[in-house]
């Protein structure tokens, strides 16, 4: 996969794109990222790439002509094949009103065989480069920063540890927070699998322990330790399910939910208790 970053700042990414699973995937050969300074295609004295917006207002927006001459240096296919998916390309505008980026949409661009990454800048982007330019628009949260930089960075980690063979176990990217769908729980112990462990189903992930079972008086979960892997796979889900309860409620609205979710979960709010079970 290959994924074009477009910015003012291009040193900004000798830190992010060095370091764990996105400095390995470029090692393997599974991505290649490149950055474009978009300051080498602005041609006046001073390489100026913003301005003053038409009917006033406070700050300076990013202008089109830097944009569209970078772009177009691309060779991309048309945006009309991008959209259309005909081509498996993508031009993104990383703009705080996009739409929110998500796990969803990283697994969808993961998919792409090449990626580009538009960041804004200063109070915004001439609205010819969303509506002509790129083929959607991406936020990382409803919050601001002050360029899409930041967001790059994040897009491109999210994306590229989906890649096939960048992270070391490809299937822990299936048990993570707002991944797996609920159907998998239990896929591995039919298959003959170890049967201790359960996807996420669209909620947060599950507690995670490690060695020593008991520190400084805080002892893991004893159902964790005791070998009975349908007990293992029922508190996992259960923690799931008050841990998103508790943190982000607003994903149970879309969460496909078992019966068993719901008799669960009836069973949380009944006792009251969203925290862990011991």
């Known amino acids: 996969m290959k994924t074009e970053i477009v910015t003012i700042f291009p040193d900004f990414f000798r830190g992010p794109l060095d370091y764990g699973i996105t400095r390995r995937a470029r090692e393997m050969g599974l991505a290649k ?27 300076m ?25 005909r081509m498996k390309q993508s031009v993104i505008l990383l703009s705080a009103q996009g739409e929110r980026f998500s796990q969803t949409i990283a697994a969808e ?3 792409l065989e090449r990626l580009v990454l538009i960041c804004g800048r200063y109070e915004g982007v001439d609205e010819r480069v969303a509506d002509f330019l790129a083929d959607r628009e991406l936020s990382i949260g409803d919050y601001i920063l002050s360029g899409g930089e930041i967001a790059a960075a994040v897009v491109v980690e999210a994306v590229t540890r989906l890649l096939p063979g960048a992270v070391g176990n490809q299937a822990s990217t299936r048990q993570e927070s707002f991944t797996a769908p609920v159907e998998e729980i239990g896929v591995a112990a039919e298959n003959g699998g170890p049967d201790s462990t359960c996807g996420s189903g669209g909620l947060l992930d599950y507690p995670h322990y490690t060695r020593p079972a008991d520190f400084r008086g805080m002892p893991v979960p004893e159902v964790l330790v005791n070998g009975n892997h349908q007990q293992i796979r029922h508190w996992r889900r259960e923690q799931a399910l008050k841990k998103t309860l508790r943190n982000r409620p607003d994903l149970m609205e879309e969460a ?12 949380i709010r009944h006792r009251g208790n969203t925290g862990i079970s011991r």
């Open 256 to 267: 496909p939910l078992s019966p068993e979710d719901k008799k669960l979960l009836d069973e």
């Open 109 to 111: 661009l993961a998919q």
């Open 61 to 85: 927006v990013l202008k089109p002509e830097p944009l569209f001459e970078c772009i177009e240096s691309l060779h991309l296919a048309s945006r009309q094949d991008r959209v259309s998916g």
């Open 33 to 59: 990222i490149e950055v474009h300074d978009l300051r080498q295609f602005a041609h006046d004295k001073h390489r100026t790439v913003d301005d003053r917006p038409f009917g006033g207002g406070e700050g």
